[in-house]
């Protein structure tokens, strides 16, 4: 069974940093890239950041470039998502999904986590 646990989510002040992971299990890890997506309320869901299958390409969104970190460690098959200097319009539920590293298109999803970034 294919599952990608998301989590490390939750409260946190302005300008504080939260670590998400992403768990993988049920396919070849190592032949994925894995993306972070967020989506507020009432907002369609954004991609923020991506690694390939590798680790040696990464992508960020202009609104986290900076600020966030993605890094993988394929001994896990665990994606993280280091975010520093949080801002409220990051609150947001956060997924990982993955994509094999050739193709556009997402095959699996993980189920998300609150981000809430508020004092």
């Known amino acids: 069974e294919v599952q990608l646990q998301a989590s490390g989510g939750g409260l946190v002040q302005p300008g504080g940093s939260l670590k998400l992971s992403c768990a993988a299990s049920?396919?070849?890890?190592?032949?994925?890239?894995i993306a972070w997506f967020r989506q507020a309320p009432g907002k369609e869901r954004e991609a923020i950041s991506c690694?390939?299958?590798?680790?040696?390409?990464?992508y960020y969104a202009d609104s986290v470039k900076g600020r966030f970190t993605i890094s993988r460690d394929n001994a896990k098959n665990t994606v993280y998502l280091q975010m520093n200097s949080l801002k409220p319009e990051d609150t947001a539920v956060y997924y990982c999904?993955?994509?094999?590293?050739?193709?556009?298109?997402?095959?699996?999803w993980g189920q998300g986590t609150q981000v809430t970034v508020s004092s």
């Open positions: 999904a993955a994509r094999p590293n050739s193709r556009n298109k997402y095959d699996y």
């Open positions: 049920g396919f070849t890890f190592d032949d994925y890239a």
């Open positions: 690694i390939s299958s590798s680790g040696e390409s990464t």
